[in-house]
């Protein structure tokens, strides 16, 4: 897989889940041999035979590798299962196997079928429609929306609007999983401002910059969760009972004060006391016909003025008497901010970010009024649906529409009325079938908006020629000459854009010269060039599985910039003296030649590493040029990892943080190009090594510009994570027993990966730590490129995750156009070149490109991956294997599966259920679920899951397309590690 290194990540990825299938569905001879490995481990189950009467303990442990996950099944007396009598268990047999009569098989098998449907937070089965017509193929009809979307407001009043401060501006981001909810930063650093639904959306899309007015507070939303778990602690400080009288309003009783209800409901009475030792949080009742936009949400005037009270001085008498009659500002200034959600509603799309393209399939429309229309269903549920002209399908759609049923093609927006939830639409292109590799990553690109095409012959041009191109005398002369010393690359095996070296030669006791050299690339693109346009545009290479998008082309990034071994290349230089503890004396600057001695890669260097006492021999490394020996470059590799251990040792004291997760990488067949094999990235020391030397450069760089260009610089910051967000990660935690310390990177670090971190034979805990570096990654919020003329308060320039105060892109310029605008401040600051004339709020917009172009680029990186994964799950069949529970819901769970690092959500409804349940005791998530008794399973078995239960899963790929499905396994039923 095309990589990239030398970047401290902190990163997260969460995929949804689909449809599952019970095991009723195997064939004969799978059931065969579960049933086989079921009797063995059935033994565990404690069922007693007396008289008759059978007695099944109720709690129930099932030993297995993943550790004892206790069961609840039947009491005393209770029957096992629909149909079966006592006297249908084998007599004198501790198993749970019944001897099943035609009548109990029968209601066995209507358990089995029983579609799941669910209610908020439970569930109980449904039976499916008797209904077998298959209907057709498309959309039948279109109805226009209720309520229509607002017209935009004219430019001078959302001028005036963002002068006064009544609009706020800036880039929307849509949820993936719910594409109902939207977000915008607050310029004021707080909370984020979120918009419910589409309309309050006003057709902007993801990326898009955007002007939101903030509504009135009386229109926030406060958190459900946040007001059951105050109420519940207040309930409980009340004692034995609290009594709610009828009112005006009137007020839901039974635990549930949230929500103002009509008048005609009758009073209420709350046992607080049970609702207080538990302190679970139960459903609350909205008011009557009154249809909440999203249930993790409430407005704030719906809440009950008993509620409102729970936040003041409140006491017992306090809830008799507030009506609610007091003003807007008075009603909620109790309300605590942490319980606070800002709501509003774009107004207007200041720059239409997004491509408006995206990938998905056609359907016919039935619907007469569209006779000349088709419908377009992109793959990204964040998009709009779209109506495309008929004309612009294929010929072949109109006569037999089913056949193009798996056939991806790109739309783009044309239009979008106010009355209409869809948009208006062209078809592009046809991409190909759905679950092909090139069709698949083709879509990806363009949905993100990532060039993939061939450079214009006006960049080509700009070019010198590659066959006859030496480095010019005049050059040479302005430089520091550094081709004799022993300088090298460590890299990737397969990398060819080979922009950074190392180099390190004893000066005196315990006191080295140690130098990072960065391919010069600035020197080939010069500013307002159609090459420097275009690698400004694309900002970023796209590293995929099988291969990768350039931003400059290829005579640049593999030949004339790449740093190859023999060949004279123009460079900047950062060259420190410093002693074996990484403690620096000096440190220079400036522009030079080098010429590599020898191409190594991260296996190369890891094994002198490991063996540093072993005689290599010239033919175990690549060609090695100008005279140097395998002992030589393996004594300087030793050297620079000392000093690299004692630097890192050093970070992390000062408290810098770093949240590694699983990472897939794939090795792909040469003939067909499909994955025959996966492996899991591992850091090891030879990548530290190199990691710790390009984060020195970095933060070296970022000081030299800084201090030359105060108000130009460009550099990196990483702001703190999401607090809200990290506060209830942490109280979770808490409640399951772990404690977290979140007050710094560096605590967090220390809680991670010192208290918590688990011993090396220690599965569970291993998993455990897996979780918790997932969990604390989703608050963690994106590093970005600024302009230090743009912000005012110096400490807004920090990098959490470093723990610095300044830090920039240096080391990487064939792949980060960031990188080359530092050079040429860096060569400003040498005194070597001219300031860039450009203005800070320009320099702004172009790292404000570059931000949007990396995040795409990350996320295709990723889908890239899934792609991938799903072709090989696909080919290889279903997949046995380990996961745990790293988020629970009212409906369904997230599972992380441990051995290949990715998330998946199962949802409840779709497992073979008989119900299910979900609770709250704090922070802490409790989902219950009674299994279905069928010929396999005669008991009916409860299962709870929380955080950090461990579970055993399938995978299951969709054989017609690159989707798969996690199943959960059946507590009982046998599995293969």
């Given at each position: 897989m095309a990589t990239s290194s030398h970047d401290s990540k902190v990163t997260s990825s969460a995929v949804g889940g689909d449809d599952s299938k019970s095991s009723s569905s195997l064939p004969s001879s799978e059931k065969k041999r579960r049933r086989k490995r079921y009797h063995k481990k059935v033994g565990c189950l404690q069922v007693q035979e007396d008289k008759c009467n059978v007695h099944v303990d109720r709690t129930v442990k099932v030993q297995d590798t993943i550790g004892t996950e206790k069961v609840k099944c039947f009491g005393p007396g209770v029957s096992p299962g629909p149909g079966v009598s006592p006297e249908g268990l084998c007599k004198g047999e501790k198993t749970a196997i019944p001897i099943v009569t035609p009548k109990a098989r029968i209601a066995q098998l209507e358990v089995a079928t029983t579609d799941l449907k669910t209610e908020s937070g439970s569930g109980k089965p449904k039976k499916k429609s008797n209904n077998s017509e298959k209907k057709a193929y498309g959309i039948h009809r279109i109805t226009p929306m209720e309520k229509t979307f607002e017209s935009y407001w004219s430019i001078e009043d959302v001028q005036r609007g963002l002068k006064s401060g009544a609009l706020i501006q800036g880039t929307l981001r849509i949820n993936q999983r719910n594409f109902e909810e939207s977000y915008l930063s607050h310029p004021d650093g707080g909370s984020d401002v979120c918009i419910f639904g589409i309309q309050d959306r006003n057709r902007a899309l993801n990326g898009d910059v955007v002007c939101v007015s903030v509504y009135s507070k009386e229109n926030w939303m406060a958190s459900v969760e946040d007001l059951n778990e105050r109420m519940d602690d207040f309930a409980a400080s009340f004692g034995a009972q609290l009594s709610i009288e009828s009112s005006e309003p009137n007020v839901v009783g039974a635990g549930a004060l949230l929500v103002e209800t009509d008048a005609s409901q009758s009073s209420q009475k709350v046992?607080?006391?049970?609702?207080?030792?538990?302190?679970?949080?139960?459903a609350r009742t909205p008011k009557s016909g009154q249809k909440q936009k999203n249930s993790k949400y409430l407005c704030l005037k719906d809440i009950s003025p008993v509620a409102r009270n729970l936040f003041g001085n409140a006491s017992k008498e306090s809830l008799?008497?507030?009506?609610?009659?007091?003003?807007?500002?008075?009603?909620?200034?109790?309300?605590?901010?942490?319980?606070?959600?800002?709501?509003?509603?774009?107004?207007?799309?200041?720059?239409?970010?997004?491509?408006?393209?995206?990938?998905?399939?056609?359907?016919?429309?039935?619907?007469?009024?569209?006779?000349?229309?088709?419908?377009?269903?992109?793959?990204?549920?964040?998009?709009?649906?779209?109506?495309?002209?008929?004309?612009?399908?294929?010929?072949?759609?109109?006569?037999?529409?089913?056949?193009?049923?798996?056939?991806?093609?790109?739309?783009?927006?044309?239009?979008?009325?106010?009355?209409?939830?869809?948009?208006?639409?062209?078809?592009?292109?046809?991409?190909?079938?759905?679950?092909?590799?090139?069709?698949?990553?083709?879509?990806?690109?363009?949905?993100?908006?990532?060039?993939?095409?061939?450079?214009?012959?006006?960049?080509?041009?700009?070019?010198?020629?590659?066959?006859?191109?030496?480095?010019?005398?005049?050059?040479?002369?302005?430089?520091?000459?550094?081709?004799?010393?022993?300088?090298?690359?460590?890299?990737?095996?397969?990398?060819?854009?080979?922009?950074?070296?190392?180099?390190?030669?004893?000066?005196g006791p315990d006191l080295f010269e140690v130098g990072v050299h960065i391919a010069d690339v600035s020197y080939f693109v010069k500013p307002d060039t159609s090459l420097d346009t275009e690698a400004a545009r694309r900002s970023t290479s796209v590293y995929l599985v099988q291969k990768v998008i350039p931003m400059l082309p290829h005579l640049l990034c593999e030949k004339l910039c790449s740093l190859s071994a023999g060949e004279d290349r123009l460079c900047f230089s950062v060259i420190w003296k410093m002693n074996g503890r990484g403690e620096i004396v000096d440190e220079w600057f400036g522009r030079t030649v080098i010429r590599s001695c020898v191409k190594l890669s991260y296996e190369h260097a890891q094994g002198f590493i490991q063996e540093p006492d072993r005689k290599w021999t010239p033919e175990e490394l690549p060609p090695i040029y100008d005279g140097y020996d395998v002992d030589t470059i393996r004594d300087i590799v030793l050297s620079l990892n000392r000093i690299a251990v004692n630097m890192r040792k050093k970070r992390f004291d000062g408290g810098a943080l770093r949240l590694d997760q699983v990472k897939l990488q794939f090795t792909i067949d040469k003939e067909s190009g499909l994955p025959n094999g996966w492996y899991v990235y591992e850091q090891r020391d030879s990548n530290r090594l190199v990691e710790e030397f390009m984060l020195l450069a970095n933060m070296a760089t970022a000081h030299k510009i800084k201090a030359a260009f105060p108000g130009h610089a460009v550099l990196r910051r990483h702001p703190a994570p999401q607090g809200k967000l990290l506060d209830g990660i942490i109280s979770m935690c808490k409640e399951l027993g772990v404690e977290i310390d979140a007050s710094s990177a560096g605590a967090l670090q220390r809680s991670l990966y010192g208290e918590v971190a688990p011993s090396d034979d220690d599965d569970d805990s291993r998993a455990r730590l897996q979780v918790l570096v997932s969990l604390c990654s989703r608050p963690m919020q994106n590093a970005r490129y600024f302009c230090t003329g743009m912000l005012e308060n110096e400490d807004d320039f920090a990098h959490y995750a470093l723990n610095v105060p300044l830090y920039t892109h240096f080391t990487s310029p064939i792949r980060r156009y960031p990188d080359i605008m530092v050079h040429r401040l860096l060569s400003a600051a040498l005194e070597v070149a001219e300031p860039p004339p450009t203005r800070p709020d320009i320099v702004e917009k172009q790292c404000e490109l570059c931000n949007n172009r990396k995040t795409a680029a990350k996320r295709v990186s990723e889908m890239s991956a899934e792609l991938f994964f799903g072709i090989f799950l696909r080919s290889c069949g279903r997949l046995e294997e380990k996961g745990m529970v790293m988020a629970v819901l009212d409906k369904a769970f997230d599972v992380l599966v441990l051995s290949f690092g990715v998330v998946k959500r199962v949802y409840c409804e779709k497992l073979p259920l008989k119900e299910f349940h979900f609770s709250k005791v704090r922070?802490?998530?409790?989902?219950?679920?009674?299994?279905?008794?069928?010929?396999?399973?005669?008991?009916?078995?409860?299962?709870?899951?929380?955080?950090?239960?461990?579970?055993?899963?399938?995978?299951?790929?969709?054989?017609?397309?690159?989707?798969?499905n996690l199943e959960l396994k059946h507590p009982l039923d046998p599995y293969i590690f």
């Open positions: 046992n607080s006391s049970k609702a207080g030792s538990s302190g679970a949080a139960t008799q008497f507030d009506t609610g009659s007091s003003s807007t500002e008075s009603r909620f200034k109790d309300i605590p901010d942490d319980c606070l959600v800002r709501t509003g509603k774009v107004v207007f799309i200041l720059e239409k970010v997004h491509s408006r393209a995206c990938v998905g399939r056609i359907k016919p429309i039935t619907d007469t009024r569209y006779a000349k229309s088709a419908f377009f269903s992109p793959n990204d549920s964040r998009m709009p649906r779209m109506i495309v002209g008929l004309s612009e399908c294929p010929e072949e759609f109109r006569k037999r529409p089913e056949d193009f049923e798996h056939t991806l093609f790109i739309a783009r927006i044309t239009d979008w009325k106010l009355n209409l939830p869809f948009a208006e639409g062209r078809i592009a292109r046809s991409l190909g079938e759905a679950g092909e590799i090139e069709p698949e990553t083709e879509g990806m690109l363009v949905e993100y908006d990532l060039d993939f095409g061939d450079f214009s012959t006006d960049v080509l041009e700009c070019l010198p020629a590659a066959d006859r191109w030496e480095i010019p005398d005049e050059e040479l002369r302005g430089r520091r000459d550094l081709r004799r010393e022993c300088i090298f690359t460590i890299d990737p095996a397969t990398a060819k854009d080979l922009d950074d070296a190392l180099s390190c030669r004893v000066v922070k802490r998530p409790l989902l219950e679920l009674t299994w279905n008794v069928d010929k396999d399973h005669p008991l009916e078995i409860q299962q709870e899951l929380t955080i950090f239960t461990s579970v055993c899963c399938q995978l299951v790929p969709e054989m017609e397309s690159v989707r798969w």
